[in-house]
């Protein structure tokens, strides 16, 4: 069944490292509390890897140390079914409001296009560990790699592996885009302050899904 047919609602935010994602999506939760038009929804902060129990294990094995590439894939993936059937459908299901900072496009970005994997392959895996729940919005906080190394903290060994390959995250990010070009907003970072940056973000989701708050 897809997100439209369910009752809540399922944001996702995607970005290179260092972009600004996890602040960017404290701040639109907290404009949208106090926007007066959730009614009787409630948002619910995510995240991936992790999200769940189990997931959060898996998320510390693959942050831990290196793994084979396939290897990598699945374990995301792994964790991906698990934060799926835990919590996010769940919360779908009540009517929430979902904001998950990464989803299915990091592994298109990250494990297709910047290690190497076949785009298709990556695409089927998401399909299938995501049992077609699918963000009906995502944002792309959209800065230039080397700016985002720079000001990135407590780096992971994502970071670790330099700008060329954060070039090549954000040119697969752009390419997932560029399938389902609707589904996406693109926030420059750089351009404004961070407030600014999620007021536009919180109006654009007012927007598109406010008369759904409005009919609960
Ligand atoms: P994290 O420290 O949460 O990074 P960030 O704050 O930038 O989100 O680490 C998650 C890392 O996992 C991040 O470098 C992106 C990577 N990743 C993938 O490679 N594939 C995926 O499918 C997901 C969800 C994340």
Redesign the pocket.
């Known amino acids: 069944m897809k997100t439209r047919a369910r009752k809540g609602i399922f944001i996702t935010f995607e970005?290179?490292?260092?972009?600004g994602?996890?602040t960017l999506i404290r701040n639109v939760a907290a404009q949208l509390e106090s926007s007066g038009r959730l009614k009787e929804r409630r948002i619910r902060l995510t995240?991936?890897?992790?999200g769940s129990p189990i997931a959060e294990r898996i998320?510390n094995v693959?942050?831990e140390e290196p793994v084979d590439p396939m290897a990598?894939?699945f374990l995301?993936?792994a964790?991906?079914a698990e934060h799926v059937v835990r919590t996010i459908r769940p919360a779908l299901d009540a009517g929430d409001i979902v904001l998950c900072?990464?989803?299915?496009?990091?592994?298109?970005?990250?494990?297709a296009h910047?290690?190497g994997l076949p785009w298709k392959k990556v695409k089927l895996l998401?399909g299938i560990a995501t049992a077609g729940i699918s963000p009906e919005l995502t944002v792309l906080l959209d800065i230039d790699p080397a700016v985002g190394l720079a000001r990135?903290q407590?780096r992971?060994?994502?970071?670790e592996e330099g700008v060329e390959f954060q070039k090549r995250?954000r040119q697969g990010f752009l390419k997932a885009r560029s399938e389902s070009p609707s589904r996406w907003m693109t926030i420059r970072v750089g351009s404004k302050p961070p407030e600014e940056l999620s007021a536009s973000v919180t109006r654009e989701i007012l927007k598109r899904f406010g008369k759904r708050f409005d009919r609960g």
């Open positions: 970005g290179t490292e260092g972009a994602k996890s995240r991936e890897p992790g998320r693959i942050l990598e894939l995301y993936e964790a991906r900072d990464r989803f299915t496009d990091s592994a298109l970005a990250y494990q910047a290690r998401n990135a407590d992971n060994r994502f970071e995250v």
